[in-house]
Protein backbone atom coordinates (compact mmCIF):
# COMPACT_ATOMS: atom_id res chain seq x y z
CA UNK A 1 0.00 0.00 0.00
CA UNK A 2 1.15 3.32 -0.66
CA UNK A 3 0.86 6.13 1.38
CA UNK A 4 -0.08 9.76 1.32
CA UNK A 5 2.29 12.64 1.62
CA UNK A 6 2.00 15.28 3.58
CA UNK A 7 1.42 17.87 1.56
CA UNK A 8 -1.33 17.09 -1.14
CA UNK A 9 -4.60 16.92 1.64
CA UNK A 10 -4.66 20.73 3.37
CA UNK A 11 -6.47 21.14 6.56
CA UNK A 12 -9.47 22.64 5.09
CA UNK A 13 -9.52 18.83 3.10
CA UNK A 14 -9.08 17.11 6.25
CA UNK A 15 -11.80 18.77 8.18
CA UNK A 16 -14.24 18.19 5.09
CA UNK A 17 -13.70 14.63 5.51
CA UNK A 18 -14.30 14.54 9.28
CA UNK A 19 -17.53 16.79 8.77
CA UNK A 20 -19.31 15.17 5.57
CA UNK A 21 -17.88 11.10 6.99
CA UNK A 22 -20.39 11.35 10.24
CA UNK A 23 -22.78 13.09 8.58
CA UNK A 24 -23.15 10.24 5.74
CA UNK A 25 -22.73 7.42 7.77
CA UNK A 26 -25.10 9.42 10.06
CA UNK A 27 -27.77 9.71 7.03
CA UNK A 28 -26.89 6.31 5.40
CA UNK A 29 -25.69 8.62 2.22
CA UNK A 30 -23.82 6.10 0.63
CA UNK A 31 -23.85 8.22 -2.32
CA UNK A 32 -21.87 10.91 -0.07
CA UNK A 33 -20.04 8.07 1.30
CA UNK A 34 -18.65 7.25 -2.27
CA UNK A 35 -17.78 10.69 -3.00
CA UNK A 36 -14.98 11.05 0.15
CA UNK A 37 -13.00 7.75 -0.81
CA UNK A 38 -10.71 7.44 -3.09
CA UNK A 39 -11.20 4.66 -5.48
CA UNK A 40 -8.73 2.47 -4.69
CA UNK A 41 -9.14 2.67 -1.06
CA UNK A 42 -8.68 0.60 1.76
CA UNK A 43 -10.90 -0.55 5.16
CA UNK A 44 -9.94 -2.40 7.67
CA UNK A 45 -12.47 -3.31 10.98
CA UNK A 46 -13.40 -5.68 13.21
CA UNK A 47 -16.56 -6.70 11.09
CA UNK A 48 -14.86 -7.60 7.92
CA UNK A 49 -14.44 -11.00 9.04
CA UNK A 50 -17.89 -10.92 10.38
CA UNK A 51 -19.65 -9.66 7.18
CA UNK A 52 -17.21 -11.61 4.27
CA UNK A 53 -16.35 -14.41 6.31
CA UNK A 54 -13.15 -15.77 8.59
CA UNK A 55 -10.33 -15.15 5.83
CA UNK A 56 -11.03 -11.93 4.82
CA UNK A 57 -9.68 -8.74 6.76
CA UNK A 58 -9.56 -6.11 4.62
CA UNK A 59 -12.03 -4.17 1.89
CA UNK A 60 -10.67 -3.18 -0.78
CA UNK A 61 -12.06 -0.49 -3.49
CA UNK A 62 -14.47 2.21 -3.28
CA UNK A 63 -17.34 0.49 -4.10
CA UNK A 64 -16.79 -2.46 -2.04
CA UNK A 65 -16.01 -0.17 0.84
CA UNK A 66 -19.64 1.65 0.77
CA UNK A 67 -20.99 -1.70 0.40
CA UNK A 68 -19.61 -2.76 3.66
CA UNK A 69 -20.61 0.58 5.45
CA UNK A 70 -23.90 0.41 3.90
CA UNK A 71 -24.44 -3.18 6.07
CA UNK A 72 -22.76 -1.65 9.06
CA UNK A 73 -25.70 0.90 9.45
CA UNK A 74 -28.27 -2.30 8.63
CA UNK A 75 -26.48 -3.73 11.93
CA UNK A 76 -25.94 -0.72 13.68
CA UNK A 77 -27.44 -0.89 17.50
CA UNK A 78 -29.63 3.01 16.79
CA UNK A 79 -30.15 3.50 20.42
CA UNK A 80 -26.24 3.12 21.49
CA UNK A 81 -24.98 5.28 18.91
CA UNK A 82 -25.44 9.13 20.00
CA UNK A 83 -22.30 10.62 17.60
CA UNK A 84 -20.93 12.21 19.93
CA UNK A 85 -16.98 13.35 19.34
CA UNK A 86 -15.00 16.01 20.67
CA UNK A 87 -13.02 17.03 17.20
CA UNK A 88 -9.56 15.43 15.60
CA UNK A 89 -6.09 15.00 15.40
CA UNK A 90 -4.58 16.09 11.71
CA UNK A 91 -1.18 15.49 11.00
CA UNK A 92 -0.38 16.05 7.41
CA UNK A 93 -1.42 12.64 6.26
CA UNK A 94 -3.66 11.04 9.23
CA UNK A 95 -7.18 12.14 10.35
CA UNK A 96 -8.71 10.26 13.67
CA UNK A 97 -10.88 11.23 15.40
CA UNK A 98 -12.98 8.95 18.59
CA UNK A 99 -16.74 7.84 19.31
CA UNK A 100 -16.12 7.21 23.43
CA UNK A 101 -17.85 5.07 25.08
CA UNK A 102 -18.86 7.16 28.31
CA UNK A 103 -20.87 10.32 27.74
CA UNK A 104 -23.07 12.55 29.42
CA UNK A 105 -25.99 11.02 30.27
CA UNK A 106 -24.99 7.25 29.38
CA UNK A 107 -22.92 5.51 27.30
CA UNK A 108 -22.57 5.44 23.15
CA UNK A 109 -20.94 2.86 20.59
CA UNK A 110 -17.19 3.59 21.27
CA UNK A 111 -14.70 3.62 18.16
CA UNK A 112 -11.89 5.42 17.37
CA UNK A 113 -11.52 6.22 13.04
CA UNK A 114 -8.13 6.47 11.57
CA UNK A 115 -8.04 7.69 7.60
CA UNK A 116 -4.76 8.28 5.95
CA UNK A 117 -5.95 11.04 3.07
CA UNK A 118 -4.22 11.51 -0.19
CA UNK A 119 -5.57 14.27 -2.30
CA UNK A 120 -8.64 15.18 -0.02
CA UNK A 121 -10.33 11.39 -0.46
CA UNK A 122 -9.53 8.67 2.10
CA UNK A 123 -7.13 6.20 1.19
CA UNK A 124 -6.50 3.69 4.02
CA UNK A 125 -9.41 3.68 6.50
CA UNK A 126 -9.17 1.94 10.00
CA UNK A 127 -11.97 1.26 12.38
CA UNK A 128 -11.17 0.28 15.84
CA UNK A 129 -13.74 -0.65 17.93
CA UNK A 130 -14.26 -0.12 22.05
CA UNK A 131 -15.13 -2.66 24.59
CA UNK A 132 -19.03 -0.52 24.92
CA UNK A 133 -19.30 -1.42 21.20
CA UNK A 134 -18.34 -4.66 20.72
CA UNK A 135 -20.32 -5.65 22.89
CA UNK A 136 -23.34 -3.45 22.00
CA UNK A 137 -22.83 -5.31 18.16
CA UNK A 138 -22.80 -8.39 19.73
CA UNK A 139 -26.24 -8.17 21.13
CA UNK A 140 -27.77 -6.76 17.89
CA UNK A 141 -26.32 -9.22 15.92
CA UNK A 142 -27.99 -12.00 18.13
CA UNK A 143 -31.27 -10.47 18.29
CA UNK A 144 -31.43 -9.97 14.26
CA UNK A 145 -30.00 -13.62 13.91
CA UNK A 146 -32.92 -14.94 16.11
CA UNK A 147 -35.50 -13.10 14.06
CA UNK A 148 -34.08 -14.50 11.01
CA UNK A 149 -33.12 -10.87 9.50
CA UNK A 150 -29.26 -12.01 8.64
CA UNK A 151 -27.01 -14.65 6.83
CA UNK A 152 -23.64 -16.19 8.01
CA UNK A 153 -21.89 -14.19 5.95
CA UNK A 154 -24.20 -11.13 4.38
CA UNK A 155 -21.47 -9.52 1.46
CA UNK A 156 -19.47 -12.71 0.97
Known sequence: MTQASKTDTTPAQAERIYMLWDRFLKEGD????????????????????????????????RDEIVRFLDETVRRRPNDQVHWHRD????????????YPAIIDGGFQVDLAECMDLAEGLIEHHRIYWGWF??????????????EGRL???PLA
Open 87 to 98: GYLWNGRTLIWE
Open 133 to 146: GVEQMKRSTIEKVK
Open 30 to 61: MAGLACIYAEHATLQSPLVPTFYGPDTHLVCG
Open 151 to 153: NDY
